[in-house]
């Protein structure tokens, strides 16, 4: 849900509008991008299988090595958090 509030103010020979918007007022984490396998951008199967364990014991034990949980952990597979805008608008 998205809300945009403005409010118009005329002062001698122009107009000077102030507005609010807000996008995604509640804060939703809406998934843009999913997992083939469970139809979730919150898991995967994946995660749980061999090569991805067998990542996760080398990266224990060698320095510089991610686990594979960092590479499961997408944010980029949601939509934009919360944002507020707050601005003004001349009219001559």
Excluded: C, W
Excluded at 60 to 70: I, L, N, Q
């Amino acid at each position: 849900m998205d809300v945009l509030v403005d409010k118009t103010f005329a002062f001698s020979g122009f107009a000077v509008t102030a507005f609010l918007k807000v996008y995604n007022v509640f804060d939703t984490l809406n998934e843009r991008v999913v997992y083939n396998d469970t139809g979730r951008a919150t898991y995967t199967l994946v995660a749980n299988q061999g090569t991805a364990q067998a990542t996760n014991e080398i990266a224990k034990e060698v320095p510089g090595v991610h686990p594979a949980s960092e590479y499961f952990q997408r944010p980029n597979y949601y939509q934009a958090p919360r944002q507020v805008r707050i601005g003004a608008s001349f009219e001559f």
